[in-house]
């Protein structure tokens, strides 16, 4: 099956700071989104991005289909954007998302 | 739009206690919902996919006679634990989307504790 990769694993910050948080994956995409998982587990969507960029207030994500990787920007951090970032793909025929191991983020006050 | 209710949103039981998940779509019709797993600090895992009408299709390695997924209309799907053990406990999650090449959404998340 499709391998996702995403680095660092752990990322901390010092809030202001900006950050990218990258995603690789080893096949096709039709399906890739970002997530930030807070403390209590819920799984907040970021960003439905199989291709092209989009932005969303202090958040923004890349993804580049052709060379198999996606990238999100977390400009002005703040301790709120703490928590564990997951990419998850779907690769062509098959619609279930595979997750990456996530980016774990704190951001410190 | 594109809500998922999951309930409960926690559990605690004894060992041997079947426990029922509910995973609901309140504003749009879903025929394909999934049901994840997550152990501490660790990364989603697919379990099985389940089909509006039809048997759900399980990933390798989870057991279908253990976990039981019943997708009985286009807006809920349900798994059971049967018999549960400690080390079922775990954090169950469920997706739904409304089609191809759309994205998933996501309910909030069981957390199973079995004693």
């Known amino acids: 099956g499709i391998q996702v990769e995403q680095s660092p694993p752990d990322l901390i910050l010092q809030e202001g700071a900006n950050s990218t948080l990258r995603c690789n994956f080893s096949?096709?995409?039709?399906?890739l989104q970002w997530f930030h998982q807070n403390p209590w587990g819920q799984l907040i969507n970021l960003f439905y991005?199989?291709?092209g960029t989009k932005q969303n207030g202090r958040l923004s994500a890349t993804t580049v289909a052709t060379e198999r990787y996606s990238l999100l920007y977390i400009s002005s951090s703040q301790t709120t954007d703490s928590g564990v970032y997951f990419c998850?793909?779907?690769?062509?025929?098959?619609?279930?998302?595979?997750f990456g191991s996530g980016t774990r983020l704190q951001v410190q006050p | 739009g594109a809500v998922v209710s999951q309930h409960p949103s926690r559990v605690i039981c004894k060992s041997g206690t079947s426990v029922k998940i509910e995973c609901r779509s309140l504003d749009f019709q879903a025929t394909t919902m999934f049901w994840y797993r997550q152990f501490p600090k660790q990364s989603l895992m697919l379990m099985a996919t389940s089909n509006e009408g039809s048997k759900a299709t399980y990933e390798q390695g989870v057991e279908k006679d253990k976990f039981l997924i019943n997708h009985a209309s286009l807006t809920l799907s349900t798994l059971t634990v049967t018999s549960a053990h400690p080390e079922d406990s775990s954090f169950y999650i469920c997706?739904?989307?409304?089609?191809?090449?759309?994205?998933?959404?996501f309910g909030d998340g069981t957390r199973l504790s079995i004693l």
């Open positions: 096949d096709s995409v039709n399906n």
């Open positions: 997706s739904a989307q409304t089609g191809d090449f759309q994205p998933q959404h």
């Open positions: 998850a793909v779907s690769d062509t025929g098959r619609r279930a998302l595979t």
């Open positions: 991005i199989p291709s």
